[in-house]
């Protein structure tokens, strides 16, 4: 199995940025993408970015202010956010793609995180 775990959330102002972290761990043999998704109250969950490592994706709403990373060698990718604005207030999510071993089984999964919550609001 494969866990992720997210960390940086928190209430900031509008304009301001936060560090969103996630990292996996399990019996990790490969991770394909990496990526963030968030849900507001009421709303659907969106994609907000994902990254296979050499190709990145952005939804339109955070092009320019949003920076996806990822430190392969810990498992772990990053959201850069800057410029916040009431409208990023959301339950942000992390999700990967990933082999794992489980015994002398080898299986693909897609797995999440549980959240981290971002506030922004002045």
């Known amino acids: 199995q494969v866990q992720l775990v997210e960390s940086g959330g928190g209430l900031v102002q509008p304009g301001g940025s936060l560090r969103l972290s996630c990292a996996a761990s399990?019996?990790?043999?490969?991770?394909?993408?990496m990526g963030w998704y968030r849900q507001a109250p009421g709303e659907e969950r969106e994609l907000v970015a994902t990254?296979?490592?050499?190709?990145?994706n952005y939804a339109d709403s955070v092009k320019g202010r949003f920076t996806i990373s990822r430190d392969n060698a810990k498992n772990t990718v990053y959201l850069q956010m800057n410029s916040l604005k009431p409208e990023d207030t959301a339950v942000y999510y992390c999700?990967?793609?990933?082999?794992?071993?489980?015994?002398?089984?080898?299986?693909?999964?897609?797995?999440w995180g549980q959240g981290t919550e971002v506030t922004v609001s002045s």
């Open positions: 990254s296979t490592g050499q190709i990145t």
């Open positions: 399990g019996n990790i043999l490969s991770i394909n993408a």
């Open positions: 999700n990967a793609g990933a082999w794992s071993r489980i015994g002398q089984t080898i299986k693909h999964g897609d797995y």
